[in-house]
């Protein structure tokens, strides 16, 4: 109920909404039609790179981080609530490089990590994970000389 209010400021922007049935429903008379189209499962793993946005409607929290879970890229994924209990959950299951509570997935960068000019993105868990600077694309060589020293 709460999603034109939500919305309010897209269609200023022109943004393109692909909605599942009740955000449709929820929004065919007061969206643009040349803006609103019916999502299905193949606008929700897709990222867009414009003005563009998929909303699925989910009951609670549990579906909402089952549908992070089936559909996320695993770079950055966000929540926007009040109840702490929500927000731990959230960040604890999760499965991404960056989970944000109350805040913008546009911080994730490496300039605003602190690691100077971002070379790489990196969604995999080993060894970097996020935003990836200088020193997360080094890899290394160990040089060990003795004189038939052994370990104890």
């Known amino acids: 109920q709460n999603l034109p209010q939500l919305l309010k400021g897209f269609v200023e922007s022109e943004v393109e909404?692909?909605?599942?049935?009740?955000?449709y429903a929820a929004l065919k008379e007061i969206y643009p039609k040349a803006l609103l189209n019916e999502g299905n499962e193949?606008?929700?793993g897709q990222e867009f790179l414009s003005l563009k946005m998929a909303i699925k409607?989910?009951?609670n929290l549990g579906e909402a981080v089952e549908h992070i879970s089936r559909y996320s890229s695993k770079h950055s994924e966000a929540i926007l609530s009040e109840n702490a209990e929500n927000i731990a959950h959230f960040i604890n299951h999760v499965d991404a490089?960056?989970?944000y509570a109350n805040a913008s997935t546009?911080?994730?960068d490496g300039a605003q990590?602190?690691?100077g000019a971002e070379i790489g993105i990196s969604?995999?868990?080993l060894h970097a994970r996020g935003p990836m600077g200088l020193r997360e694309l080094t890899s290394y060589k160990?040089?060990?000389t003795g004189n038939g020293q052994a370990r104890p």
């Open 106 to 108: 546009a911080f994730t």
């Open 57 to 59: 409607t989910v009951q």
């Open 113 to 115: 990590f602190g690691l």
């Open 142 to 144: 160990w040089i060990v």
């Open 97 to 99: 490089a960056v989970v």
């Open 123 to 125: 969604t995999q868990m």
């Open 42 to 44: 193949d606008v929700f």
């Open 17 to 23: 909404l692909f909605a599942d049935v009740p955000a």
